[in-house]
């Protein structure tokens, strides 16, 4: 893979592992029934993760808009994989949570992605995987200090 511009040869290298993540994410978001979309998806990764919380909460987490969240939440909420709720100190403020059958989805896209991400870290030998694995660790570190870059569930 050429650099691009002024890219070094690792950013070139993170650039190359982007995209075979970016399609094992894509991938895997196939284990969603196919009425539920990929940002519908996308939310109920974030929320499975965040838990009940306010819909602005989760809107600031995933990056997006409050009637994005609304919207997406909506039709979730239709088939039955999302409930809103209130919270308990302020009754203005309307709560998501994901229901029994959301985590099932979830349950099944992130058994399906760490299956992909297993049987490509079965390709290297094991000092390799160890040092891929840290590598990893040490990155998801360092997003978590860049604010554009936190940890947003896909």
Same mark, same amino acid.
Do not use: Y
């Given at each position: 893979?050429?650099?691009? =511009?002024?890219?070094?040869?690792?950013?070139?290298?993170? +650039?190359?592992?982007?995209?075979?993540?970016?399609?094992?994410?894509?991938?895997?978001?196939?284990?969603?029934?196919?009425?539920?979309?990929?940002?519908?998806? /996308?939310?109920?990764?974030?929320? +499975?993760?965040?838990?009940?919380? @306010?819909?602005?909460?989760? %809107?600031?987490?995933?990056? #997006?808009n409050a009637s994005s969240v609304t919207r997406l939440a909506d039709r979730l909420e239709a088939l039955g994989h999302v %409930? !809103?709720? /209130?919270?308990?100190?302020?009754?203005?403020? #309307?709560?998501?949570?994901?229901?029994?059958?959301?985590?099932?989805? #979830?349950? /099944?896209?992130? +058994?399906? !992605?760490?299956?992909?991400?297993?049987?490509?870290?079965?390709?290297?030998?094991?000092?390799? !995987?160890?040092?891929? =694995?840290?590598?990893? /660790?040490?990155?998801?570190?360092? %997003?978590?200090?860049? @604010?554009?870059?936190?940890?947003?569930?896909?």
């Amino acid at each position: 893979m050429q650099p691009h =511009g002024h890219a070094g040869p690792d950013v070139a290298a993170l +650039d190359g592992l982007t995209v075979v993540l970016v399609g094992i994410a894509w991938e895997c978001a196939h284990a969603a029934p196919p009425e539920v979309s990929f940002p519908q998806t /996308r939310l109920l990764l974030v929320l +499975d993760r965040l838990g009940r919380v @306010p819909s602005s909460q989760l %809107a600031a987490a995933m990056g #997006v808009n409050a009637s994005s969240v609304t919207r997406l939440a909506d039709r979730l909420e239709a088939l039955g994989h999302v %409930a !809103r709720g /209130r919270s308990p100190g302020n009754r203005s403020v #309307v709560t998501l949570e994901v229901t029994g059958t959301g985590h099932e989805i #979830v349950a /099944r896209l992130l +058994d399906r !992605r760490q299956a992909a991400l297993g049987a490509l870290l079965d390709k290297l030998p094991p000092s390799q !995987r160890q040092a891929a =694995g840290e590598a990893a /660790r040490q990155l998801v570190q360092a %997003a978590a200090t860049i @604010p554009a870059l936190g940890p947003a569930a896909l």
